[in-house]
């Protein structure tokens, strides 16, 4: 069974910094793509970044371009999000996701519909 575990939101203040981590389990990590989402209150679902655990490739939001990144510890089976300046409009609830690789990946990741999910996890930006 495909499990996934987010953590490591919080409170932080604007222009600080938080990593997210998911670990996962029941799957090969070379075979999927993993990504991070989120949902802001009274907001649809946006498709942050995902990662290809075979080769690395990523995708990136436009709005996270620049201040956050994606990368994988396959060993350890954990994808994790390293957010720099974050903003106040970087509030949400994170969640992450994963699939088994497909040629839509790009687009699926951009449209937040990956189809295994974990539970979410709180990013708050506020001073």
């Known amino acids: 069974e495909v499990q996934l575990q987010a953590s490591g939101g919080g409170l932080v203040q604007p222009g600080g910094s938080l990593r997210l981590s998911c670990a996962a389990s029941g799957f090969t990590f070379d075979d999927y793509v993993i990504g991070w989402f989120r949902q802001a209150p009274g907001k649809g679902r946006e498709g942050v970044s995902c990662i290809i655990g075979s080769d690395g490739s990523t995708y990136y939001a436009d709005s996270v371009k620049g201040r956050f990144t994606i990368s994988s510890d396959n060993a350890k089976n954990t994808v994790y999000l390293q957010m720099n300046s974050l903003k106040p409009e970087d509030t949400a609830v994170y969640y992450c996701?994963?699939?088994?690789?497909?040629?839509?990946?790009?687009?699926?990741?951009?449209?937040?519909?990956?189809?295994?999910w974990g539970q979410g996890t709180q990013v708050t930006v506020s001073s």
């Open positions: 996701a994963a699939e088994e690789m497909g040629l839509s990946w790009y687009n699926r990741c951009r449209a937040g519909v990956l189809e295994v």
